[in-house]
């Protein structure tokens, strides 16, 4: 199991942003699609967004589309979120997660199982 390490998160207003990171050994991260999940009180976690490994591909859930913004910098082993227009209902653990996959492996993994190795979790609260 690779344990991969998360920070940023914290409380924020409503409308305003955060940033958060993962990373990942190198062996791992470099051959693997990121995504980022999160988990509300009370309720499953959810699929936010993943990216590809070779970076050129993104998926976006609904809830997370013009507001948030997927990135991998593989000099670091390292992918971020960036959390704009932030709003009360995006309040929740946020989790990372990785998939070995190949180069061009281009499906849209959206499923918990999908993923084999998971970060610690961050909170993230939006105030109103």
């Known amino acids: 199991q690779v344990q991969l390490v998360q920070s940023g998160g914290g409380l924020v207003q409503a409308g305003g942003s955060l940033r958060l990171a993962c990373s990942a050994p190198?062996?791992?991260?470099?051959?693997?699609?990121m995504a980022w999940f999160r988990q509300a009180p009370g309720k499953d976690r959810e699929f936010v967004v993943r990216?590809?490994?070779?970076?050129?591909?993104?998926d976006y859930a609904d809830s997370a589309k013009g507001r948030f913004t997927i990135s991998r910098a593989n000099d670091k082993n390292t992918v971020f979120l960036q959390m704009n227009s932030l709003k009360p209902e995006d309040t929740a653990v946020y989790y990372c997660?990785?998939?070995?996959?190949?180069?061009?492996?281009?499906?849209?993994?959206?499923?918990?199982?999908?993923?084999?190795?998971w970060g610690q979790g961050t909170q993230v609260t939006v105030s109103s």
């Open positions: 997660a990785a998939r070995q996959t190949i180069l061009t492996d281009y499906t849209n993994y959206r499923s918990l199982t999908d993923y084999a190795h």
């Open positions: 190198g062996r791992t991260f470099s051959r693997a699609a």
């Open positions: 990216i590809s490994r070779n970076g050129r591909s993104t």
